[in-house]
């Protein structure tokens, strides 16, 4: 059964103070694994997608990197504008479009 | 380029009516897809349609249904209303390139109360 775990379930950093982001996942053939934002209340904001093993992609203080069991989101010198819920998810060959995602990490970061 | 909108943004009703949601994808866009986000669940997909068809549900019972129209707007019938349908309703648009997966692009959701 394809599934995703997040972890850790909440992170509390202090401004500045850089740390990862864990996404583990089991899929039959992944097609794609997708990272994103959520405030509260709010839909998810798109942040990444990532396709295969090696690959990276980075925005502002966001990195993400992808390997062949799980994926990782770096924050670097994070704001208290980054404090957010981060959602990843994956779609697998033959899912037949829907996205399978994890619970979160609940990020919030101090001044 | 406006993004994925929904409507109503919030919406209240009582057990055993119907709600119906709507959503306009972004313009270009003709795969639609649907998911519920409850509290602590996470969000489990519903529903993808895509150039006017249904392609593909999730696990839910047949009182949650819906359709795309020919503008690939959609919208999404809840009938039968149960409590546990209480949720934040999430849709997402995407371009059907049929190749690498398509990036999902969501709304803001709409809000779900059953009372």
Do not use: M
């Not at chain 1, 992944?30 to 959520?38: D, I, P, S, V």
């Not at chain 1, 209340?41 to 992609?57: N, V």
């Not at chain 1, 980075?58 to 799980?70: G, M, N, Q, Y």
């Not at chain 2, 993004?3 to 972004?26: E, M, W």
Request: hydrophobic share 30%.
């Amino acid at each position: 059964e394809d599934q995703v775990t997040q972890s850790p379930e909440a992170l509390r950093l202090q401004e500045g103070e850089s740390s990862s982001l864990n996404c583990s996942y089991t899929v039959s053939g992944l097609r794609g694994l997708f990272w994103y934002r959520q405030d509260p209340g709010k839909g998810p904001e798109f942040l990444f997608t990532l396709y295969s093993a090696g690959e990276e992609k980075e925005k502002e203080r966001l990195k993400a990197t992808l390997t062949k069991k799980e994926s990782f989101l770096h924050i670097t010198a994070p704001k208290p504008e980054d404090s957010a819920t981060y959602l990843c998810a994956v779609q697998a060959w033959g899912s037949q479009g829907n996205l399978i995602f994890g619970k979160g990490t609940k990020l919030s970061v101090k001044p | 380029e406006a993004g994925v909108t929904q409507s109503p943004t919030h919406l209240i009703k009582t057990r055993g009516q119907q709600a119906t949601l709507r959503c306009s994808p972004i313009s270009g866009h003709t795969s639609v897809y649907w998911y519920q986000q409850a509290l602590g669940l996470g969000l489990q997909f519903l529903l993808w349609y895509d150039e006017g068809e249904e392609r593909n549900r999730g696990n839910f019972p047949p009182r949650f249904s819906g359709r795309q129209f020919p503008n690939y707007s959609s919208e999404l019938n809840v009938n039968a209303l149960e409590l546990e349908d209480s949720a934040l309703y999430l849709c997402a648009s995407s371009p059907r390139t049929g190749g690498v997966a398509d990036t999902q692009y969501f709304g803001p959701g709409t809000r779900l109360t059953v009372l």
